[in-house]
Nanobody, 116 residues
Framework: QVQLVESGGGLVQPGGSLRLSCATS????????MNWYRQAPGKERELVAT????????NYVDSVKGRFTISRDNAENTVYLQMNSLKPEDTAMYYC?????????WGQGTQVTVAA
């Protein structure tokens, strides 16, 4: 059974940093690309970052380029999102996800709130 469990969210001041983690189980993590999405209240879910299965390729939405870094540890079956220079507009629920055998899987999310 595929499981994705996010952690690391919290309340941080503008300009601060957080590192999100997504621990996975139930599938062969090392062969699947992974994604981080976010959803702010009243807005659609937005793809924030993606990483290839080997970790040798990444993509980011323009609004986080230069501030966020996605990475993965295939030995630990975990994907990370390092978030620096956080802004109030980064406030959202953050989700990791993957697509396996044509099905999209999500974690339960971790809340990130950026406020003074």
């Amino acid at each position: 059974q595929v499981q994705l469990v996010e952690s690391g969210g919290g309340l941080v001041q503008p300009g601060g940093s957080l590192r999100l983690s997504c621990a996975t189980s139930g599938f062969t993590f090392s062969i699947y690309p992974m994604n981080w999405y976010r959803q702010a209240p009243g807005k659609e879910r937005e793809l924030v970052a993606t990483i290839t299965s080997a970790g040798d390729g990444t993509n980011y939405v323009d609004s986080v380029k230069g501030r966020f870094t996605i990475s993965r540890d295939n030995a630990e079956n975990t994907v990370y999102l390092q978030m620096n220079s956080l802004k109030p507009e980064d406030t959202a629920m953050y989700y990791c996800s993957t697509v396996r055998l044509g099905r999209l899987y999500w974690g339960q999310g971790t809340q990130v709130t950026v406020a003074a």
